[in-house]
């Protein structure tokens, strides 16, 4: 089986001299590989820019967070950018960018990040750029003229267009104008908990409609009111994805490494076999299975 994770901060995590260095990251060597018989992990790891962006006073954030990645392919872990690439047993990643700001250097930017191996990419994060708004904003500005221009390169070298920060009327503008289908790395289903981040079910359908793919954020702030959440808190996003028609669409974007609390049941990348386990006896069939764990995802980014 192919299982495949849309987002993590480890990079961030390990450049953060804040951080307890003796402390383990959610996303670590030994729990990417200790897999089932046959079983291929692909987890994506993202450049994040920071709060402040490139532009602001972290200017080196990516070549430490670069660096950090020479440590872990040191290690042992090694770079896919087709997801048939994945080796099972191994450590496979993707490398992806969580903020814009990456490419406010000019649209060049694109180009050389995806010479990188960069697949996906997100247009914003939780501060206005020159590209877009985001979701926690609360404008209704939408896309820039420069952010349309930043699609269109993106959909050029075949890096998708990552909408999980993106404020509504960017994601419209998004849905239409991107000519590959977009991506929600790290998102829940806002009729289930109402949190700014969360897409709303008319944004899920026109996403699948497209073909897109949302990877299921384990936040447990973006799964419940509450900010309390275990495995079947996270299966009820998925079961609501499911019955607005994203099936097919649809799989893990944990956003290990980058949140505080996690779902009882699922702190690390270690623990992502509970959650499929849970799916079995909750009834999904083992190719409805298949397809949450990576199969969606190997089919979406076959089209971009």
């Not at 962006?53 to 087709?82: N, P, S």
């Not at 929600?184 to 700014?196: E, F, K, N, Q, V």
């Not at 990877?215 to 808190?233: C, E, H, R, W």
Request: hydrophobic share 40%.
């Amino acid at each position: 089986m192919l299982i495949c994770d849309t987002h993590a901060d480890t990079l961030y995590a390990l450049q953060n001299s804040a951080r307890d260095a003796s402390a383990p990251c959610d996303v670590t060597l030994e729990r990417l590989c200790e897999t089932r018989p046959g079983d291929a992990r692909v987890q994506a790891l993202a450049l994040w820019t920071g709060p402040e962006g490139l532009l602001g006073k972290d200017v080196g954030l990516i070549d430490r967070e670069m660096q950090a990645l020479c440590g872990l392919e040191a290690l042992g872990f090694r770079q896919v950018r087709e997801l048939d690439e994945a080796e099972a047993g191994k450590a496979n990643y993707l490398l992806t960018i969580e903020g814009g700001e990456a490419f406010q250097g000019g649209l060049q930017t694109v180009d050389a990040f995806a010479l990188w191996g960069v697949r996906i990419a997100a247009v914003v994060w939780n501060h206005e750029n020159s590209f877009a708004s985001p979701a926690v904003a609360g404008t209704d500005k939408g896309l820039t003229a420069l952010g349309r221009s930043l699609i269109a390169r993106m959909n050029k070298q075949r890096m998708a267009v990552d909408i999980s920060h993106l404020n509504a009327a960017g994601v419209r503008d998004a849905l239409t104008l991107s000519k590959a289908p977009i991506i929600a790395t790290h998102s829940c289903c806002r009729a289930l908990c109402d949190h700014p981040r969360n897409l709303s079910d008319d944004q899920l359908r026109a996403l699948f409609d497209m073909g897109g793919y949302v990877g299921v954020n384990f936040y447990p702030m973006f799964l419940d009111a509450s900010q309390k959440a275990d495995i079947d808190t996270v299966l009820r996003h998925i079961d609501h994805m499911a019955e607005l028609g994203g099936a097919k669409h649809i799989g893990m974007g944990s956003d290990f490494d980058g949140i505080e609390t996690h779902p009882q049941g699922l702190e690390h990348a270690g623990c992502v076999y509970a959650l499929l386990d849970r799916m079995k006896q909750r009834g999904y069939s083992d190719e409805a299975i298949a397809d949450f764990a990576g199969e969606n995802l190997k089919r979406y980014m076959a089209k971009l």
